[in-house]
C-alpha cells in the first residue's frame, strides 16, 4: 500500500479511481467459454475471501473502487484512457500488468506498483 500513497503524491490528479474485475462473467466468457480454464480465472477459495477487505481498505485509503459487471477491468482502464484521451487528459496507469502497456501513448503512461 506504500506504493499507492508514493503514487497519489508524485501524480498529479483529479481522478484516481482502483479498477477491479467484478466477480460475474464477463462478455468474453460468452464469446469464447473456455477462457475462464485457459486462463485460470477461477478464484481460488483463499484469494476470494481476500477480495471484501481488499476493497475495504483500499475506500478506507481513499481511493475508489470501481467494477463495471459483465467487463474486465483490463477493458475498463482502457476505456477510461481513451475516454481522458480524448477529452485531453493525461492518464496513468499503475499496474503490474504488461499487457495494459499496449495503451502507452503521448496521453497516457504506465508505471509498475
Known amino acids: ?6 503514487l497519489r503524491a508524485q501524480v498529479p490528479h483529479d481522478l484516481l479511481p482502483c479498477v477491479f474485475d467484478a466477480k460475474a462473467k464477463t ?5 469464447y467459454p473456455q477462457l475462464q480454464a485457459r486462463t485460470g ?6 484469494l476470494a475471501a481476500q477480495i471484501a477487505p481488499i476493497h475495504e481498505a483500499t475506500v478506507a485509503l ?4 470501481l467494477e463495471v459487471e459483465g467487463i474486465e477491468a483490463d ?3 482502457g476505456t477510461l484512457a481513451r475516454h481522458a484521451e480524448s477529452h485531453g487528459v493525461r492518464t496513468v496507469i499503475s499496474t503490474g500488468d504488461k499487457d495494459l502497456a499496449q495503451l502507452v501513448d503521448e496521453h497516457v503512461s504506465w508505471s509498475t506498483p
Open 27 to 31: 462478455f468474453r466468457d460468452d464469446i
Open 75 to 77: 477493458d475498463v482502464i
Open 62 to 65: 481513499g481511493w475508489p473502487v
Open 1 to 6: 500500500m506504500a506504493c499507492w500513497r508514493t
Open 41 to 46: 480465472r477461477r478464484c481460488r477459495p483463499t
